[in-house]
């Protein structure tokens, strides 16, 4: 039987408790947070036993330092907020706000579909221009130059 090779990869002792220590954990939180013994996490990070890629990635996820799937590469967690590759904050409760906004907008568009109005786009609005315009000032009749009536002599 021919064993074909595998994608799964390990990691190395030390890059395992490295990565734990990193994170605050103890070898009980880290085994609780994994679903395995305190006794594998040993095992684990003296090299008594292989620790699968599986366990690494996900200690990487549940300590805030990397997210799964490609659409997350670069985005990381820290304490309660969730920052983009660009460094910008997310907290719980923008992203609340977020997700309330799409869903009344959501709402919003079933309830006109529902209505049965039909808007010509000719009768649309458009968004206001927020530029300033500038004014033109009409001088006062007297303070305008007099025009000299004829040609010169």
Do not use: C
Request: proline share 7%; hydrophobic share 40%; glycine share 8%.
């Amino acid at each position: 039987m021919s064993r074909r090779k595998s994608s799964t990869r390990w990691i190395s002792a030390q890059d395992f408790a490295d990565l734990r220590k990193q994170g605050g954990m103890t070898r009980k939180e880290a085994a609780k947070a994994l679903d395995v013994t305190p006794r594998t996490i040993q095992n684990w990070e003296t090299g008594g036993a292989r620790i699968p890629w599986m366990a690494y990635r996900m200690l990487r996820i549940l300590r805030g330092f990397a997210l799964p799937g490609v659409a997350w590469e670069g985005w990381t967690i820290r304490d309660h907020e969730m920052f983009s590759p660009a460094g910008r904050q997310f907290d719980a409760a923008w992203l609340l706000n977020v997700e309330h906004v799409f869903s009344q907008a959501r709402l919003w568009r079933q309830m006109y579909a529902r209505s049965g109005i039909k808007k010509p786009a000719s009768t649309v609005l458009p968004f206001p221009d927020r530029r300033p315009v500038a004014v033109e000032r009409v001088r006062p009749l007297e303070a305008q130059p007099k025009k000299q009536m004829g040609g010169s002599r």
